[in-house]
């Protein structure tokens, strides 16, 4: 951030667009590209001619930044500028046509690439390109010819009057195999042979056509008939992913159509549900997830929304009417997929879809799964809709229906239903659902009158609501006071069903955690929350259900704040064990209330650091202070952390961390880094057996700013603690070197994760050239150096540490390498050297081999020559007490005196060459050092610098 923050700054003291082109060009050299991009970006918009010879070349400059990093359209709108400014040349053309076959848009691609060809006959590049195309398309035609005959075919049998039922069941099995690609569902469409599927879909013509091949009268009606079920299949593949197709079948299909083949209430009713999922999706796939495009000096606009978008939704509600089950569920997941696009949950709450759904939930349409796939939604529905003030008001106009007063005066089943919409908000978005209910005074009245109902439907949601609810704790602290005794009262009645006395729990766990692990602040008495804990014990093992177990999980996600509860936990091995067990395919829910247990056990949610100063402030004004209890001192911390590894909990927080909701992400991250940082690292290796590596790996891709950060210093941990090859084996090692980095920046003023991800970045660099040269392609080298000239003594060294390991690779010593011989040293150089005489040993140590490394370049070992302290460093050191650093000095005298005579002969006549032959006296013959001179010596004679007398005495000339 800090590199690029620093070259927009120079951009705006430097407008001369040549100065912008040649800094551009520096950094696509360097391989920062989105740097590069702004750069040329603000000299394209800095010129006043549009079609200027500048203009083209900058245009192509950024069309080949836009190539690295995949922006393919964007190459096409920069190529077709730059062309119609009079700059078409091979270069141009070349780009523009690998740009279209990344868009598979072959035939542009090969006319591109032959206009390149043609204005450079020997450009090796576009040669194979043009030879690699024609062989796509000649593939694609073969395909095309071949696809072409056989739905052809296919079509024939489906016609024949006379083939028999196998025939033509075969013929349509083949049809969906064919469209399952794009040339099979075109060539359908071609052949208008989507009548001929969709004639199939009629219960009576498809059931007709069973009992003539028959013979039986009795079989034509069938519980669920192949003929129509391939049928459906068919036409699911042909509306996939292209819209033009999804408007002909909708035009096929009529309305009547659909509610037949739902009203059959058999596996074919839920196929249909996938028939209208795969038309909103087509929309979704034609439009694009990127709905704005950008055009050179034009604004930013929006795609038109389609109009089929109505259509289907009006389609959706109607079919709604009649389906149940399975077909119900495909039905809502079609609308849930709506959600994923932020123009199409736009569109969605503009045809008040978010109000039909909570309205089927009041008018108890819906079942309970049902409702919880409504629940999710509306979550996902929110967090688009939030992001833009006017979409976020249509959400909440919507959700406002459920507290009309009308409802929430009428009879008690309307109250119910009523509090049921309001659990699948709150359960979908507690932000929205929270601030409806908040200060609404007669839902509060209504959950009290509920709780003490006597029938099961109203306690079960009553319970549920204050469930819920009370995750808030400012809600939390009204909820105790007028409900805690009605829950209680629940739990201990004989007439209570079991599944409203574990949502009573649940609330009655959450009100006991309100305190927030503070002692000081219980609102319920003290030992509560354990006796409830045994209690929701009891119901965990008894339960044969999911959705209990859901419900208990829940539960132990808030009284886990608590010390003692934590404690019991980790050591119930039977309780761990079923939590284990029913985390290998959580539901989203389900991953967070997980994520939650975890975290709370192992500490590593966030605590407030207070002065002790301000403490005795606190007790003097007798205001409250935040007591930790005993249980969560350190000791008790590390005794479950090791029962914890010992029940596999890695194994389930690996299977968390792909949740799709970011503070699940960013709870698994906390508690793995709580796991590889605990007692000095032993758990590091379970935690990689367990499949952590390539769960935080992931974690940093898609979390919260906090929660990559966890994840970053969990894969450093893991890095430092083990050997890098085993840890991250293959791509990993490769994959690990971006999270490293990020914690070495510049911006990071954590001291401790800096120096974690020095070390780090120290131990992936001993691994593989691969993974050295993926450390300087991802900036790593930029940051290393900002860290070696810190202050920090610890940090300078660390930095230092893994400079000397980087130093291994070919591309790295390049930075360290003056581009002309004449020039004076790279000041990176400079700095690396005089570390080589650094008062701490292991930075001195780790200085001298970097440079023993870099000095295999003869460039590097003629810019050692003209740094100024060159000869009192050397001089210093090779005095040095410790074997270890005279050797490293050695070698890079060694190497410098082998490299040319000019630096031979400056070390020869320099007090260098006295020490050398001091040493030659006192070293141990058989020894490594006696090796290093004999080869400094062999050098200077190689050169004709010195000779030998008959005495074994070497004297220069």
């Known amino acids: 951030h800090y590199f690029i923050q620093s070259n927009l700054r120079m951009v705006a003291e430097a407008p001369d667009t040549s100065v912008l082109k040649e800094r551009g060009n520096e950094q696509f050299k360097k391989g920062q590209y989105e740097v590069a991009i702004e750069l040329y970006s603000t000299a394209i918009d800095a010129l006043d001619c549009r079609t200027c010879p500048e203009t083209a070349v900058l245009l192509k400059n950024r069309a080949a930044c836009y190539l690295k990093i995949g922006n393919h359209e964007g190459v096409i709108s920069d190529i077709n500028l730059c062309v119609s400014m009079g700059g078409g040349d091979t270069k141009a053309y070349y780009r523009r046509a690998v740009a279209h076959q990344q868009l598979k848009q072959l035939d542009k691609a090969l006319k591109d690439a032959m206009e390149a060809v043609r204005i450079d006959p020997k450009n090796k590049a576009a040669i194979d390109l043009v030879m690699a195309l024609r062989r796509d398309i000649q593939g694609r035609k073969n395909l095309m010819t071949s696809t072409t005959g056989l739905v052809d075919e296919m079509l024939t049998s489906l016609r024949d009057q006379e083939a028999d039922v196998d025939k033509k069941t075969l013929a349509l099995k083949n049809l969906v195999n064919l469209t399952s690609n794009k040339a099979g569902s075109e060539t359908l469409m071609k052949r208008d042979g989507l009548k001929d599927v969709i004639r199939f879909l009629t219960p009576s013509t498809a059931a007709a056509s069973t009992a003539t091949n028959t013979g039986d009268a009795s079989t034509t009606t069938t519980p669920c008939c192949p003929l129509q079920q391939h049928a459906l299949n068919c036409v699911i593949c042909v509306t996939r992913d292209s819209l033009p197709r999804t408007q002909q079948v909708l035009s096929a299909v009529p309305l009547s159509l659909s509610l037949s083949i739902l009203k059959q209430k058999n596996e074919n009713s839920t196929l249909l549900g996938g028939v209208l999922y795969e038309m909103l999706n087509s929309v979704l796939e034609d439009r694009g997830y990127d709905y704005t495009k950008r055009v050179l000096g034009e604004p930013l606009k929006k795609f038109p929304v389609p109009p089929l978008l109505s259509t289907l939704f009006d389609y959706f509600k109607e079919c709604c009417k009649v389906a149940e089950g399975e077909a119900l569920h495909s039905l809502i ?97 507690f932000e929205a659902g929270g601030d409806l209910i908040k200060d609404n005074s007669e839902i509060y009245r209504i959950l009290s009158k509920l709780l003490i109902s006597k029938t099961y439907e109203s306690q079960l949601t009553a319970a549920e609501t204050v469930a819920l609810v009370a995750s808030d704790k400012k809600m939390c602290y009204n909820l105790a006071s007028q409900n805690f005794n009605l829950l209680k009262a629940l739990y201990k009645s004989d007439e209570v069903d079991d599944t409203v006395k574990l949502r009573a729990l649940v609330g009655m766990s959450k009100m006991v955690a309100s305190s927030g692990g503070d002692v000081t602040r219980n609102i319920i008495a003290d030992g509560a929350g354990l006796r409830i804990f045994k209690q929701i014990r009891t119901l965990l093992i008894k339960s044969t259900t999911d959705e209990a177990r859901k419900w208990v999980i829940e539960a132990l996600a808030y009284l886990t704040i608590d010390a003692e509860v934590k404690h019991e936990l980790a050591q119930d091995e039977e309780q761990m064990k079923i939590i284990c067990d029913f985390s290998s395919d959580p539901a989203p829910s389900t991953s967070y209330s997980l994520s939650c247990i975890f975290m709370n056990m192992t500490n590593s949610y966030d605590k407030p650091d207070i002065a002790p100063e301000m403490v005795k402030i606190a007790q003097y004004a007798k205001q409250n202070v935040p007591q930790d209890h005993e249980k969560d001192g350190e000791e008790s911390v590390k005794e479950r952390i090791e029962l914890m590894v010992q029940h596999g909990v890695p194994s389930v927080l690996a299977a968390c961390s792909s949740a799709d909701s970011e503070r699940t992400r960013e709870f698994v991250a906390r508690s793995f880094m709580a796991f590889v940082s605990n007692n000095e690292g032993v758990h590091c290796g379970a935690v990689v057996q367990l499949g952590g590596t390539r769960a935080l790996l992931n974690l940093f891709q898609e979390n919260t700013k906090e929660g990559k950060v966890f994840a970053a210093n969990a894969i450093a941990k893991i890095a430092i603690k083990m050997n890098p090859a085993l840890a991250f084996s293959g791509q990993r090692a490769l994959d690990a070197c971006r999270p490293c980095i990020s914690l070495i920046e510049s911006t990071n003023e954590n001291t401790f994760q800096v120096f974690d991800g020095l070390m780090a970045l120290t131990n992936l660099a001993s691994v593989s050239d691969s993974v050295r040269e993926r450390i300087i392609r991802e900036g790593g080298c930029h940051h290393i150096d900002f860290q070696m000239l810190e202050d920090n003594e610890v940090l300078r060294r660390a930095a230092t540490q893994a400079i000397c390991n980087l130093s291994l690779s070919d591309k790295f010593r390049e930075r360290y390498t003056p ?26 140590i780790a200085a001298l081999g970097a440079v023993a490394y870099l000095s295999a370049d003869a460039k590097i070992c003629k810019s050692l020559i003209k740094i100024g302290s060159f000869e009192e460093v050397v001089k210093e050191t090779i005095c040095f007490e410790d074997a270890g650093v005279r050797h490293r000095l050695l070698v890079i005298l060694q190497n410098m005196m082998a490299s040319d005579k000019a630096v031979a002969e400056f070390i020869i006549n320099t007090p260098i060459f006295e020490c050398l032959l001091a040493l030659m006296q006192v070293a141990t013959p058989e020894g490594p050092m006696k090796e290093v001179l004999n080869n400094c010596m062999a050098a200077a004679k190689h050169w004709g610098l010195i000779e030998q007398n008959p005495g074994d005495i070497v004297y220069t000339k």
Not at 374 to 384: D, F, L, T, V
Not at 824 to 843: H, M, N, S
């Open 333 to 429: 997941n079609a609308i849930v997929k709506c959600t994923d696009s932020r123009v199409l949950n736009e569109e969605l709450l503009n045809q008040d879809m978010i109000t039909y759904m909570i309205t089927l939930v009041v008018n108890g349409k819906l079942s309970y799964q049902h409702a919880q796939q409504i629940s999710i939604a509306i979550s996902k529905s929110w967090a688009r809709a939030r992001i833009d003030g006017q979409t976020s008001l249509k959400f909440v106009k919507q959700v406002t229906t459920i507290t009309d007063p009308r409802l929430l005066s009428g009879e008690e089943n309307h109250q119910m239903l009523a509090l049921r919409a309001i659990n699948i908000l709150l359960q979908g978005s």
């Open 819 to 844: 581009a002309e011989e004449s020039e004076d040293p790279v000041d990176r150089l400079k700095a690396v050297f005089v570390f080589c005489g650094d008062e701490d040993y292991l930075t001195r």
